[in-house]
């Protein structure tokens, strides 16, 4: 079978979203509603292999009733943005470890692995074609959703023998409404998110379907966002329903919770390089709500932030939980969030050197 890089067809839409609209559109942006006007597809079969590359006008996919996916739930995706850098210019931020990633969840999930290359050439491609629909307004992104999922018709317990791989794009505004104001979260004592052993570090669907119920949870007690315990003890620290968490400590530390059970984020492993390169100890350890409590209450934690590639990184202001509820330092963040934060985005915006390579320009 060739392992030749793929080339596209390039099919353009023949009604895309008039410039006039589009440039309304983008004057309120939410998040993941409104999209760009097409999309990029790989088909995959058993026998084939990875086959028909494409970029297309977006539209419904033909599912038969016995599609995989809608009975066994074999489906991965990505999260990443494009942005226009200070220069004008459309970059991604770290793409390859995104790649990298898709492949680890595919083979959590017993899905074929798209080679990197491929996987980085429908985007750029897809960028090629839609560079219009990258916002410049301060804050906002085009959202990219690399996806793959299971389209074989067939009912029976084992792994498909047909998939389609796309990437679909959204200009987005900033994640949580309002800006960058401190957040509140939930820490759900009902709920768990992932267990050793489970799909806990691979990005499917079902790890966030099971999140649903504690982030309306979280919601019907005022709160933002959920943050998960351990299954096993109900004791540990995990992460949220899309994002990792940091704790600061008052002599300058920061402590976040190990991989094995959470999702190994993007931005979260950008964020310990960039403290360590502060000279900031940082350290990948256990932390148990019980601790987390304590310290916010006798003051040696001073600050907790999230991160994400939706929500980059916002502070947390005010926990709940049925306990009870607590406040993290003044409540308002900190300068050791702020400074990670402004750091992260100028490298990002190419406002500010990018020492570790991070940045790749497209166009």
Not at 276 to 283: K, R, V
Request: charged share 20%.
């Amino acid at each position: 079978m060739s392992t030749a890089p793929l080339t596209f067809a390039v099919h353009r839409n023949a009604n895309p979203m008039p410039e006039a609209e589009r440039v309304e559109a983008f004057r309120n942006l939410g998040f993941g509603t409104l999209f760009s006007d097409h999309m990029a597809i790989i088909d995959w079969h058993a026998d084939r292999g990875w086959h028909s590359p494409r970029i297309t006008a977006r539209a419904p996919f033909q599912i038969d009733p016995a599609g995989s996916v809608l009975h066994y739930a074999q489906e991965i995706f990505e999260g990443m943005k494009a942005y226009r850098d200070v220069n004008g210019r459309i970059v991604l931020f770290r793409p390859d470890e995104n790649a990298k990633r898709f492949n680890a969840s595919a083979r959590r999930m017993a899905m074929p692995e798209l080679p990197e290359a491929d996987f980085l050439a429908a985007i750029e491609q897809l960028l090629a074609v839609d560079a219009a629909w990258i916002p410049e307004a301060e804050g906002a992104s085009l959202y990219l959703r690399p996806f793959m999922f299971a389209s074989e018709a067939f009912l029976g317990v084992r792994p498909s023998r047909e998939y389609i791989f796309s990437v679909i794009a959204s200009p987005v505004g900033p994640y949580f409404k309002g800006g960058a104001k401190p957040i509140s979260i939930w820490v759900s004592q009902n709920y768990t998110r992932a267990a050793q052993g489970g799909t806990g570090a691979a990005k499917c669907g079902g790890n966030y379907a099971g999140s649903l119920a504690a982030q309306a949870e979280a919601s019907a007690n005022g709160c933002d966002q959920v943050v998960f315990l351990d299954a096993a003890e109900r004791n540990w620290v995990e992460e949220l329903g899309g994002m990792n968490i940091f704790f600061v400590m008052a002599d300058g530390s920061i402590v976040t919770p190990p991989l094995g059970t959470i999702l190994p984020g993007i931005t979260r492993k950008s964020v310990i390089t960039l403290a360590q390169d502060a000279g900031i100890a940082i350290e990948e350890r256990p932390y148990s709500f019980a601790e987390w409590q304590a310290d916010a209450q006798s003051g040696r934690l001073t600050e907790v932030f999230v991160c994400g590639t939706a929500a980059v990184m916002a502070s947390v202001g005010t926990v709940k939980s049925a306990e009870g509820s607590f406040q993290i330092g003044n409540g308002t963040g900190g300068p050791v969030t702020d400074r990670l934060r402004n750091t992260l985005i100028g490298i990002q915006r190419g406002a500010i050197p990018d020492p570790h390579g991070w940045v790749r320009v497209i166009g």
